[in-house]
C-alpha cells in the first residue's frame, strides 16, 4: 500500500514538472528611476495562469548574508580554448535561436534622456525616432521618450513581457554548448 503511494506521488510530481516546462511561462520586467532606482522580475507559470513569482526584487533589499568566497582551485585544461570569433558566430546564433523561441508580447517604455552636448541629444532623439515605428510591430512597443536638451537626464520606467515555452530553449542550448565543443577540438 505504501509502496503504492511512493509510486502514485512520483508519477504525479513528473507530469506536474513536464506540465511546468511543457508550458509556456511568462516574464514580467518592471524598472523604474524614480523615486528610487529599483526593478522586478517575475515569473508566472501555465501561461501566466499560475501564480506571479517573484525573482527578483531590486526595492525590497537583500537579507542574505555576504558568502564567503572558497579558495580558486587550479584549472584543468584539456583541448584547445575557442577563439573569439567561434565564441561571437555561437553567440549569434544562440541570439538567433532564442529570438524564434521567446515571444515578446509587451514593451512599455517612457520618460526623459538627455545628454551633455544638445547635439548628441538630437542625434540620439533621430535615432529613436527612426527604430520605434520598424520595432513596435514585432513586439507591442509603446515608447513614449521625451528628449531633453539642457543636460544630462535620464528618467523613466520601462515595463516588459514576455513568454518562453521552457522545454524549446534546450535545443538552443545544446547547440550553443555543442559548437563551442567543436570549436575546443
Same mark, same amino acid.
Given at each position: 500500500?505504501?509502496?503504492?503511494?511512493?509510486?502514485?506521488?512520483?508519477?504525479?510530481?513528473?507530469?506536474?514538472?513536464?506540465?511546468?516546462?511543457?508550458?509556456?511561462?511568462?516574464?514580467?520586467?518592471?524598472?523604474?528611476?524614480?523615486?528610487?532606482?529599483?526593478?522586478?522580475?517575475?515569473?508566472?507559470?501555465?501561461?501566466?495562469?499560475?501564480?506571479?513569482?517573484?525573482?527578483?526584487?531590486?526595492?525590497?533589499?537583500?537579507?542574505?548574508?555576504?558568502?564567503?568566497?572558497?579558495?580558486?582551485?587550479?584549472?584543468?585544461?584539456?583541448?584547445?580554448?575557442?577563439? $573569439? /570569433?567561434?565564441?561571437?558566430? *555561437?553567440?549569434?546564433?544562440? @541570439?538567433?535561436?532564442?529570438?524564434?523561441? +521567446? #515571444? %515578446?508580447?509587451?514593451?512599455?517604455?517612457?520618460?526623459?534622456?538627455?545628454?551633455?552636448?544638445?547635439?548628441?541629444?538630437?542625434?540620439?532623439?533621430?535615432?529613436?525616432?527612426?527604430?520605434?515605428?520598424?520595432?513596435?510591430?514585432?513586439?507591442?512597443?509603446?515608447?513614449?521618450?521625451?528628449?531633453?536638451?539642457?543636460?544630462?537626464?535620464?528618467? $523613466? /520606467?520601462?515595463?516588459?513581457? *514576455?513568454?518562453?515555452?521552457? @522545454?524549446?530553449?534546450?535545443?538552443?542550448? +545544446? #547547440? %550553443?554548448?555543442?559548437?563551442?565543443?567543436?570549436?575546443?577540438?
Amino acid at each position: 500500500m505504501l509502496g503504492q503511494a511512493v509510486v502514485l506521488l512520483a508519477v504525479l510530481g513528473l507530469a506536474l514538472a513536464l506540465a511546468v516546462v511543457a508550458t509556456p511561462m511568462r516574464f514580467t520586467l518592471a524598472a523604474r528611476t524614480r523615486p528610487v532606482a529599483a526593478g522586478t522580475l517575475t515569473v508566472s507559470p501555465f501561461g501566466g495562469i499560475g501564480p506571479a513569482l517573484t525573482l527578483i526584487d531590486s526595492g525590497r533589499g537583500s537579507r542574505k548574508a555576504p558568502r564567503k568566497r572558497a579558495a580558486p582551485r587550479p584549472r584543468r585544461r584539456s583541448g584547445r580554448r575557442p577563439n $573569439g /570569433r567561434d565564441i561571437g558566430k *555561437a553567440a549569434l546564433r544562440l @541570439l538567433s535561436d532564442l529570438g524564434a523561441v +521567446v #515571444r %515578446f508580447e509587451r514593451l512599455e517604455v517612457a520618460g526623459e534622456y538627455g545628454l551633455d552636448d544638445p547635439a548628441d541629444t538630437g542625434r540620439l532623439a533621430g535615432w529613436i525616432a527612426a527604430a520605434t515605428p520598424a520595432l513596435a510591430p514585432l513586439t507591442g512597443m509603446s515608447v513614449h521618450l521625451t528628449p531633453r536638451f539642457d543636460g544630462t537626464v535620464l528618467d $523613466g /520606467r520601462v515595463e516588459a513581457t *514576455a513568454s518562453v515555452v521552457p @522545454l524549446r530553449l534546450v535545443p538552443p542550448a +545544446v #547547440r %550553443f554548448g555543442l559548437s563551442l565543443w567543436r570549436a575546443r577540438r
